[in-house]
């Protein structure tokens, strides 16, 4: 079993920036991915951005490419910059862990966090 705990949520303007970490605690994964996922109101929830936890590869969404970052330190956290931020960014941003590398479906995540919001005015 792992916990995921996300933080850094909060209101930003746009073009502004935002860093969203998430904790890993309880298993670790050598092999699987990390993701991040968000659901805006009314909307399903989309992939954004995975990496792979040991090797430190990443892939993102298109609609975030150039903009996100997605990273990891020598722990268990995960990170996700987050720069020149839109309001249609608006949405609770979810911290995921998978079984295979690549995916982008969340059918796939084994693990999820609680959630935090990113709210961005214009």
């Known amino acids: 079993q792992v916990q995921l705990v996300e933080s850094g949520g909060g209101l930003v303007q746009a073009g502004g920036s935002l860093r969203l970490s998430c904790a890993a605690s309880g298993r670790t994964f050598s092999r699987n991915p990390m993701a991040w996922f968000r659901q805006g109101p009314g909307k399903e929830r989309e992939f954004v951005a995975g990496?792979?936890?040991?090797?430190?590869?990443e892939y993102y969404a298109d609609s975030v490419k150039g903009r996100f970052t997605i990273s990891r330190d020598f722990k268990n956290t995960v990170y996700l910059q987050m720069n020149s931020l839109k309001p249609e960014d608006t949405a609770k941003y979810y911290c995921?862990?998978?079984?295979?590398?690549?995916?982008?479906?969340?059918?796939?995540?084994?693990?999820w966090g609680k959630g935090t919001l990113v709210t961005v005015s214009s």
């Open positions: 990496i792979n936890w040991s090797g430190g590869s």
């Open positions: 995921a862990a998978g079984r295979t590398y690549g995916s982008r479906n969340v059918g796939d995540m084994d693990y």
